[in-house]
């Protein structure tokens, strides 16, 4: 089946400090890879997108790159700051399956 | 540009009462159509998922029920609440079944 694996939270960091929060997956198919962002007390926002392999995708200073070879989708930040506290999900999609498939979520806390 | 609306934000029910929470897309037609249940620490579990009107997929076996009564709405409802109910409960909306999801602002459920 399909599935969704993120690395275990919470993570804490310093302001400024570079962010990695791993993601791999499994799937029967080629899936779509995706980060969505969740704040305190709000539903999820969709970060950022990947379709193929090798694509990268990049929304307000995150990035990650869909890796075929490794099935990683890992999300990074050069910089983090406090605004960025929040619950990480990486999700992947395969058509002709079913809707989106959620990891576990990352929370990350952010301190000054 | 489309907008999701879900309420009551917040909920607060004693265990066997039932329950109706309300989603409503805005401009789009013939959405599809998501409930997803948020458990503390178990991440995102598709309960429910609509690709018309009247059509209804469920992902796992719950005690809830949804339905589809127009296009735009879509209403997640329990004859008797359990505790085991309790959760932050999601709606969401796509363009097509096998594409990104975008997601209301949630409801709190707590069943006492």
Known sequence: ?112 | SQTIHQWPATLVQPVGSPLSLECTVEGTSNPNLYWYRQAAGRGLQLLFYSVGIGQISSEVPQNLSASRPQDRQFILSSKKLLLSDSGFYLCAWSEQVYTEAFFGQGTRLTVV
């Open chain 1, 1 to 112: 089946g399909n599935s969704v694996t993120q690395m275990e939270g919470p993570v804490t960091l310093s302001e400024e400090a570079f962010l990695t929060i791993n993601c791999t997956y499994t799937a029967t198919g080629y899936p779509s890879l995706f980060w969505y962002v969740q704040y305190p007390g709000e539903g999820l926002q969709l970060l950022l997108k990947a379709t193929k392999a090798d694509d990268k995708g990049s929304n307000k200073g995150f990035e990650a790159t869909y890796r075929k070879e490794t099935t990683s989708f890992h999300l990074e930040k050069g910089s983090v700051q406090v605004s960025d506290s929040a619950v990480y999900f990486c999700a992947l999609l395969v058509s002709g399956n079913t809707p989106l498939v959620f990891g576990k979520g990352t929370r990350l806390s952010v301190i000054a």
